[in-house]
């Protein structure tokens, strides 16, 4: 069955290149994001491993666990590593999974038959601390992803979950945003009390909030 934005994200155990973990343990209480990569020791995913990497401190000022998964052998993960280390110069900073069987690949839909029966797609799950999940993306293994639209839909997703705003087309970081239309007039008065700019009863514009 198809995995929703919703949905809570199935749980699992795994071996990782930091230890064994399960899932829903591991990121209790935080936001992850999961991403699959079809192998190790191929191009286009060493440079996005260490793409990864060098963004880990933005990931942490987001609360944000990162997991890397393929499906290989927890043995190729650390040859690999010495690698992406050399190549990208930045080591690995963030779990890998291990997933040797392709047993969460399948959970997670990241095996897409028609493209290729055994590597997976380049999936993102974004997973909020109630473990939902907020975003899914599916790349093929061709295409790299661009890390700087996965921190920048994060910022949306956290400022939705705590204020109550959307954003708009192609929006930036500290730009303004969008009053949800599930908030009344009545209710926003209280939440922005600056006020808004109403182009339309249903699009309401105000700064973004900061914490
Ligand atoms: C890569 O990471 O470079 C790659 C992996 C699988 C197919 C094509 C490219």
Known sequence: MAILIGDIAPDFEAETTEG???????????WAVLFSHPKNFTPVCT?????????KPEF????????GLSVDKLENHAGWSKDIEET????????????ATGDIARKYEMIHP???NSMTVRSVFVIGPDKKIKLKLEYPASTGRNFDEII???????????????TP??????EDVIIVPAVSNEDAKEKFPGGWKEIKPYLRIVPQPRA
Not at 88 to 99: E, K, M, R, T
Not at 169 to 174: A, F, L
């Open 169 to 174: 087309v192609n929006w930036k970081n500290g």
């Open 152 to 166: 920048r839909v994060i910022d949306s997703l956290q400022l939705t979950a705590k204020y109550q705003v959307a």
């Open 88 to 99: 990208q110069g930045v080591a690995l900073n963030f779990p890998l999974i291990s997933d």
């Open 20 to 30: 064994h973990i399960r899932f829903h343990d591991y990121i209790d209480g935080h």
């Open 47 to 55: 440079t996005e491993l260490g793409a990864t990497a060098k963004l």
């Open 60 to 67: 942490d000022k987001r609360d944000v666990k990162v997991l």
């Open 114 to 116: 028609n493209a290729d």
